[in-house]
């Protein structure tokens, strides 16, 4: 059985940082791509960041130069460091197993606030 766990969100002021977790069990965590989505009211789920089983990294624009994906093959885990939050980051993070696959973690809340 596939589980995805995210942690680590919470609330934050602008320019803060937050770092996210994801631990994964129930698959070959080191021969999938995974990735970090963010869903906020009202709108689709949109890619954040995504990182493959070599290590090559994928984010939004909207990203760029302040979030960094990174993986530990051996504790199963994706974590997601962000730095120079805004409050347009505010929404929820999911994590992801990338594929012909619908497994996603619960969510983690993050908000960006003064």
């Known amino acids: 059985q596939v589980q995805l766990v995210e942690s680590g969100g919470g609330l934050v002021q602008p320019g803060g940082s937050l770092r996210l977790s994801c631990s994964a069990s129930?698959?070959?965590?080191?021969?999938?791509?995974m990735g970090w989505y963010r869903q906020t009211p009202g709108n689709q789920r949109e890619m954040v960041a995504t990182i493959s089983p070599a290590y090559f990294t994928n984010y939004a624009d909207s990203v760029k130069g302040r979030f960094t994906i990174s993986r530990n093959n051996a504790e199963s885990t994706v974590s997601l460091q962000m730095n120079n939050l805004k409050p347009d980051d505010t929404a929820i993070y999911y994590c992801r197993r990338i594929g012909p696959y619908n497994d996603w973690g619960q969510g983690t809340q993050v908000t960006v606030s003064s």
């Open positions: 129930g698959f070959p965590f080191s021969f999938n791509a």
